[in-house]
C-alpha cells in the first residue's frame, strides 16, 4: 500500500460532559492516522462529540454506532456505564474506550463487565490516547475479520452442501428410475434388454464416486492434512503412466494421445499429486473433446521450473468462461457440454496442487478449435505449500 493511500475511515464519538477533555481529544485527533504496518492498513479518523449520556445515546440512534467510543464514566445525568448497558441491549460494532478519573480495579471491572474493551484514566496525554485507540483499532480490525471469515466458512459449507444436494439428485433419481424398469419387468423377461439400463446406472454411480473422491481430494488439500511424500522421481515416467492410463478411454472415441519431450525429468515431488493433476486434465481433454481428435502432452525441463501442457481439439471456451474455470463446482454448461458428467472440481484440484509447489497453471482457448492447459512447478517446492 502508498503511504497516501488509506484503508478506509474510522468514526469515533468522544463522550464527555467536560469541553476542555472533548477540545483536547478532538485536537489531539485532528489528522491522525491510525497505522498497522503488519496488517498493510492505514485508517483515518472522523471525530464527533457529544456532552452528555442522553447525547451519546442520541446520537447512536441517529448516526449509527461508532467504530470506536471514547465514552466518559461518570456524567450527570445518564452515565457511561448506563450507555454501556443500553448498547449491550442491541449489541453494535463498536469498541468502547472508558475515559475515568476514577481508575479504580472496580471501575475496570464494572466497564468490562458491560463491554468496554479498555479504559484510559484522567489525566492522559496525547501519546497515550493514541496508544489505546491504536490497540483498538488492531482489535476491531481483528473482530470483524474473524467474524467475516466465520460468515464466508458457513456460506461456503451452505453452498457445498447445496451442491453436493444437487449433483447427487439427479444420479441418484435416475438410478432408481433404472431400478424400476427391472423390477416392474418395463422390458419384458429378456435379461439382455436391461443392458442399457445396467450400464447406464453403473456410469451414474462412477460420477458420484469421482465426485465424493474429488470432494475427498479437495478437502485433503485445504485442510493441510493430505500426507505428502515428496521424493526424488523422474516427471517423465509419472506423464507417461497418465497417458497410457487415458489411451483407453480416449480410444473408444478414435482420440489419439500423444506424449512429446525427450530425456528424463528430475523433479521433487510427491507421484500421487502429480498424477492427480495429469488424470485431471487428462480426463477433461478427453471429454471435452471431438470423437477422431487429438490430445498432445507436452514435458519440458527449463532448468528452474518444470512446464507441463496438455492440448486438445475439443469444444474449446470463451475468454469469459476460462475465467471462471478454476472455481469450485465450476462446470461451463452449454449446448455442446450439458451432457457431459463432471463434479466441477477437477480444475480446482489442479490449482490448488499447484500452488502447493509454489506453481501455477493457465489456460488458453478458442472456441471449436481446443484448449491447452499449461501447469508451472518450479523446481522447489515450496515449503509448506505456494499460496491458496
Known sequence: MSDGEASGTLRVLVVDDEPGIRAGILRALRNYEIL??????????SCEEADSGEAAIESLGRAGPPDLLLLDYKMPGISGLEVLERMQKDPVDTVTIV???????????AATKQGAFDFLAKPFTPDELKSVLYKATRHLIVRREARRLADERRRIRFELLSVVAHELKAPTAAIKNYLRMMQDRVLGDDLSAYDRPIERALVRLDGMRKLISDLLDLTRIESGRKARNLVDLDLREVVRGCVEGA?????ARGIVVAMHGEGPVPFRADAG????????????????NRDQGRVDVGLEDRGNEVVI???????????EECSRLFGEFVRIKNEKTRMI???????????????LYGGEVTVASTPGEGSTFTVSLPRTPVPGGGPG
Do not use: C, F, W
Request: net charge negative.
Open 36 to 45: 498497522v504496518p503488519d496488517l498493510g492498513l492505514r485508517y483515518r479518523l
Open 99 to 109: 475515559i475515568t478519573a476514577y481508575a479504580s480495579l472496580e471501575t475496570a471491572v
Open 247 to 251: 489411451r483407453e478411454l480416449a480410444q
Open 273 to 288: 499429486e502429480v498424477e492427480l493433476i495429469l488424470n485431471n486434465l487428462l480426463s477433461n481433454a478427453v471429454k471435452y
Open 309 to 319: 501442457t496438455v492440448a486438445d481439439t475439443g469444444i474449446g471456451m470463451t475468454p
Open 341 to 355: 458428467e463432471g463434479s466441477g472440481l477437477g480444475l480446482s484440484i489442479v490449482r490448488r496442487l499447484a500452488h
